[in-house]
């Protein structure tokens, strides 16, 4: 079993479409979760930043974690083709290496 | 807010020829760097995690006489891919986390590797 499980998708939807990705887990050590956006042949970039159990938002972005389910989401409101990308949950525990575990990965097309 | 520098975008070498690439942290000091593999449509491997002044940890099955990596200042670290294959054509990545605080890592724009 890998320690993150992601969809791989491709996930389509069109337009203004809210859009829920998620990841689910199985090492209860994690404490940090992140969700990175990638575009094509593009380093990662970091959207949500989330330490522990509840919720954050910013902006039309939602970032929940629920640690007694080991489970994590990515919500996206009013979505827009330039949203269209890659979207990868990763994970970290506390140890001072801070070493980030990724899920697959979600390709999310949103379709004007 | 962070920036992390990688250099070059894009190379291509012969086979058994050498190659480094470079990240640099430009705002910030990053005790620790992280070095990333990634296919096409995959998700990133790790390959090594960079500690400044000390050696590099490497990732089980991540051959370290292969993928040298430097990390020589605060701001700088470096991965060699030595006698560089065809099969080791990839996208590279590191990635940078501050030395004080919760981990939030950022990321280079990449390396394109194409071995001929």
């Known amino acids: 079993q890998k320690e993150v499980e992601q969809d791989p998708g491709p996930l389509s939807v069109p337009e203004g479409a809210i859009v829920s990705l998620n990841c689910t887990y199985s090492?209860?050590?994690?404490?940090?979760f992140m969700w990175y956006r990638q575009y094509s042949r593009k380093g990662p970039e970091l959207l949500m930043y989330?330490?522990?159990?509840g919720n954050k938002e910013d902006g039309r972005f939602t970032a929940q974690v629920d640690k007694s389910s080991k489970y994590i989401s990515l919500f996206i409101r009013d979505s827009q083709p330039s949203d269209s990308a890659t979207y990868l949950c990763?994970?970290?525990?506390?140890?001072?290496?801070?070493?980030?575990?990724f899920g697959s990965g979600t390709r999310l097309l949103v379709r004007p | 807010g962070a920036v992390v520098s990688q250099h070059p975008s894009r190379v291509i070498c012969k086979s058994g020829t050498s190659v480094k690439i470079e990240c640099r942290s430009l705002d910030f000091q990053a005790t620790t760097m992280f070095w990333y593999r990634q296919f096409p449509k995959k998700s990133l491997m790790l390959m090594a995690t960079?500690?400044?002044?000390?050696?590099?940890?490497?990732e089980q099955g991540v051959e370290k006489d292969k993928f040298l990596i430097n990390h020589a200042s605060l701001t700088l670290s470096t991965l060699t891919v030595t006698s560089a294959h065809p099969e080791d054509s990839s996208f590279y990545i590191c990635s940078a986390t501050p030395r004080q605080g919760v981990p939030g890592y950022t990321f280079g724009s990449g390396t394109r590797l194409t071995v001929v």
């Open positions: 090492n209860s050590a994690f404490q940090y």
């Open positions: 990763a994970m970290s525990g506390t140890d001072s290496s801070y070493k980030l575990i």
């Open positions: 989330t330490y522990s159990s």
């Open positions: 960079s500690n400044e002044g000390s050696k590099a940890t490497y």
